[in-house]
């Protein structure tokens, strides 16, 4: 069985101060990892999807980067409109449904 | 471009009775999937459709479930609601259902079960 574990659950920042988030997991057979960011009351919005181990990606202040059992969020420098929750989500090759297994996130405060 | 569309927003129900959530994905689309988000936790599959055949099913029980129309659009079902089923039910949009494109997802609809 798919499992996705993130850590912290929450994380409180002053702005401007660097951190990261983790996500681990287990697949049988990794199609790709993707992290989403959720604000309360709304859907999750697409930020990376990573495919193999040594992959990394950039999208402004957020950096993505995959291990064989690991992916990490790097926030640099964060502002309070990067607050949200952070959902890491994983797409195994086994199955006809290419479902989404999804950890419980990682809520993000960013204070100004 | 008009994206995942969901309704309703929001809804109440009473315990027992049925309920029905509609989904349009975004056009050109051709797989919707389904999702429970319960508060505090994360997304939790439940079904998926891709040119309106159903491609996977989580675990959850028969009274959940699903079909895809002609025009992609798509309708998840639950009959009996319980108190536990109150939550954030998410659409998600594919090209392709997953395989080489991702999901956009809609903004949901939050069922209250009373």
């Known amino acids: 069985e798919d499992q996705v574990t993130q850590s912290p659950e929450a994380l409180r920042l002053q702005e401007g101060e660097s951190s990261s988030l983790n996500c681990s997991y287990t697949v049988s057979g990794l199609r790709g990892l993707f992290w989403y960011r959720q604000d309360p009351g709304k859907g999750p919005e697409f930020l990376f999807t990573?495919?193999?181990a040594g992959e990394e990606k950039e999208k402004e202040r957020l950096k993505a980067t995959l291990t064989k059992k690991e992916s990490f969020l790097h926030i640099t420098a964060p502002k309070p409109e990067d607050s949200a929750t952070y959902l890491c989500a994983v797409q195994a090759h086994t199955g006809s449904a290419r479902q989404l297994t999804f950890g419980s996130g990682t809520q993000l405060t960013v204070l100004p | 471009d008009a994206g995942v569309t969901q309704s309703p927003t929001h809804l109440i129900k009473t315990r027992g009775q049925h309920v029905t959530l509609r989904c349009s994905p975004i056009?050109?689309?051709?797989?919707v999937s389904w999702y429970q988000q319960v508060l505090g936790q994360g997304p939790q599959f439940i079904f998926q459709?891709?040119?309106?055949?159903?491609?996977g099913r989580g675990n959850f029980p028969d009274r959940f479930s699903a079909r895809q129309f002609p025009n992609y659009s798509s309708e998840l079902n639950v009959n009996a609601l319980l108190l536990g089923d109150s939550a954030l039910y998410l659409c998600a949009s594919s090209l392709d259902g997953g395989d080489g494109y991702g999901y956009t997802f809609g903004s949901g609809t939050r069922l209250t079960v009373v």
């Open positions: 056009s050109g689309h051709k797989s």
């Open positions: 459709y891709y040119e309106k055949e159903e491609r």
């Open positions: 990573l495919y193999s």
